[in-house]
Every structure is written in C-alpha cells, then in structure tokens.
C-alpha cells in the first residue's frame, strides 16, 4: 500500500528490501543492462583484477534500490529523478539491504526528497556499495 | 585522458523501451507495474562502449569504475516508445591521480522533447604502484 503525501513526515523510513546477490542473477543484469564488462561475468577477470571472484554491476545494485523507492511510492513513474554514488564492489553471496528516509518535503508541488543507501556486513564492517543516493518523488493530487 | 575531448558528441542512436526489456528488468528487480526507472541504463549502453572505447578520450579502460549516476525524468517513459539517445561528453577532470570523466545523455520522445537525461561519471583509478 503506497503513503498518501499528507501522512508523510520528514524522517519518515522507507522501507528496506534485502536480497543475497547470485552470479545467476549478475550475469542475467548483464544481459538485461546490456554491460558486458567481463569483470561482472567472468572470476578469472575479476581474479586478476584483485576480487575475489566476479561483482556485480554498481547498476544491478542502483536497480535495487530504485525497487525499494518504487515499491514504497507505488509507481516507478512518479520518481522524477534517482541518483547513487558507488563507493563499494558488491560480491556473489552478500545481502545487500536497500533502505532510506525522508529528507524533505514540499506540500506545494507534493513532492518528498529522499536520501537512499544500500549498505552490507562484510567481515564484521558494514559497508555501503551505494550512498548518498537521492530519489525526488511526485505524489499525486 | 585528453582534456580536448569536453564538449564531443556521439549519437544519436534509437534505443526501444521494448516489453521484454522491461519484463527482464522487472524480473530481475520487483517493485510495482511500471517501468523500473534505472532500464535507462540499457539506453546509455547503445553508446557508452564507443565512448570508453573512443581513442581521442584516451580512457584506460582496465582502471575505469563506475562513480556515480543519475537520472532526470521530464515525462514518465511509454512501454514500446522508441527513444533518441545522444551523448556529450559534460567534464574531464583529474583529482588525485583519478581521472572524473562525466557524460550527460539526453533521451528524445518521437516530438523531439527531451524525455530524461542521464549522467554518469566514471573514474579512471589511479595506477597502483
């Protein structure tokens, strides 16, 4: 059930979604994204690169967290602008965990900003493969 | 990477918001009916290997990341609308050894108006000694 825009409150969380990463899935993104960089499909590459094995694209990760916003908005079309910095590679195994809150609103337009991470636990540190993420969202009237 | 290179176009290219693109994206993902906003990310591919690869940008491709993205819509996208993608070449900076190369792609409907605009970094590492 999506929030209707006079029950929202600057704070406010959206919701987080998790989901372990696979290299079915990666490999299915590289295809669907059209990135066919190597480093995302093949270990020995990512090997020599100095990972573990393949990771996943900073899109597949963004393409996550865009679910998390328009699961929590109700309709991918009212997200008006989305933005990621990618500041962590993503492994085959992890959970990744998508969540934010809301930074701001603006009853006049009936739009909410939000700031968005996506963050795991690695080795005991939590860190984050996407901050500083934006959404702008545009509720209607 | 060369500086000189701000300013470069390449494209226009059509790219299809096809059914099954939206279906493998929305497969992938979840979330509600609709299309996933980041499948403009397919859009950028149709150019974004020319770029990379473009020899007067000089991008030493094995040290280049993704730093950051960002997508403006100016209109919700149509399933099956074919979009015009352009792309220009917005700064080439240098920060610590790491070269910021940043590219804006613009998106066109069937009328000529810009649809959404998509900028992306991508940041050439430092060589690691």
């Given at each position: 059930m999506s929030p209707r825009f006079d029950d929202l409150r600057v704070g406010d969380a959206v919701p987080m979604l998790a989901r372990i990463v696979t290299s079915e899935d990666v490999r299915a993104y590289a295809e669907a994204g059209?990135?066919?960089?190597?480093?995302?499909?093949?270990d020995a590459v990512a090997r020599a690169a100095g990972f573990p094995g393949i990771i996943a694209h900073g899109m597949f990760t963004m393409g996550y967290l865009a679910a998390c916003v328009t699961t929590w908005a109700g309709?991918?079309?009212?997200?008006t602008r989305l933005s990621a910095q990618f500041r962590a590679p993503v492994f085959m195994g992890e959970e990744l965990v998508a969540g934010g809150r809301i930074r701001s609103l603006d009853a006049a337009t009936r739009t909410a900003i939000l700031e968005l991470w996506v963050r795991l636990e690695r080795e005991g540190t939590t860190e984050y493969p996407i901050r500083r993420g934006e959404a702008e969202v545009v509720f209607p009237t | 990477m060369d500086r000189a290179a701000e300013g470069k176009t390449y494209g226009p290219i059509a790219f299809e918001l096809s059914s099954d693109r939206v279906a493998a994206f929305r497969t992938l993902f979840g979330g509600?009916?609709?299309?996933?906003?980041?499948?403009l990310t397919a859009a950028e591919f149709t150019l974004l290997p020319t770029i990379v690869g473009d020899p007067e940008l000089a991008l030493d491709f094995a040290r280049v990341v993704h730093g950051s993205q960002e997508y403006v819509f100016h209109r919700p996208l149509r399933l099956g609308e074919t979009l015009s993608v352009e792309a220009r070449i917005a700064s080439i900076r240098e920060k610590g050894g790491s070269g910021f190369l940043t590219i804006d792609m613009a998106m066109r409907g069937a009328d000529g108006a810009v649809v959404a605009v998509a900028r992306s970094t991508m940041i050439e590492r430092e060589m690691t000694p």
């Amino acid at each position: 059930m999506s929030p209707r825009f006079d029950d929202l409150r600057v704070g406010d969380a959206v919701p987080m979604l998790a989901r372990i990463v696979t290299s079915e899935d990666v490999r299915a993104y590289a295809e669907a994204g059209g990135d066919r960089n190597p480093l995302h499909r093949d270990d020995a590459v990512a090997r020599a690169a100095g990972f573990p094995g393949i990771i996943a694209h900073g899109m597949f990760t963004m393409g996550y967290l865009a679910a998390c916003v328009t699961t929590w908005a109700g309709d991918p079309a009212s997200v008006t602008r989305l933005s990621a910095q990618f500041r962590a590679p993503v492994f085959m195994g992890e959970e990744l965990v998508a969540g934010g809150r809301i930074r701001s609103l603006d009853a006049a337009t009936r739009t909410a900003i939000l700031e968005l991470w996506v963050r795991l636990e690695r080795e005991g540190t939590t860190e984050y493969p996407i901050r500083r993420g934006e959404a702008e969202v545009v509720f209607p009237t | 990477m060369d500086r000189a290179a701000e300013g470069k176009t390449y494209g226009p290219i059509a790219f299809e918001l096809s059914s099954d693109r939206v279906a493998a994206f929305r497969t992938l993902f979840g979330g509600p009916p609709g299309i996933p906003p980041t499948i403009l990310t397919a859009a950028e591919f149709t150019l974004l290997p020319t770029i990379v690869g473009d020899p007067e940008l000089a991008l030493d491709f094995a040290r280049v990341v993704h730093g950051s993205q960002e997508y403006v819509f100016h209109r919700p996208l149509r399933l099956g609308e074919t979009l015009s993608v352009e792309a220009r070449i917005a700064s080439i900076r240098e920060k610590g050894g790491s070269g910021f190369l940043t590219i804006d792609m613009a998106m066109r409907g069937a009328d000529g108006a810009v649809v959404a605009v998509a900028r992306s970094t991508m940041i050439e590492r430092e060589m690691t000694p």
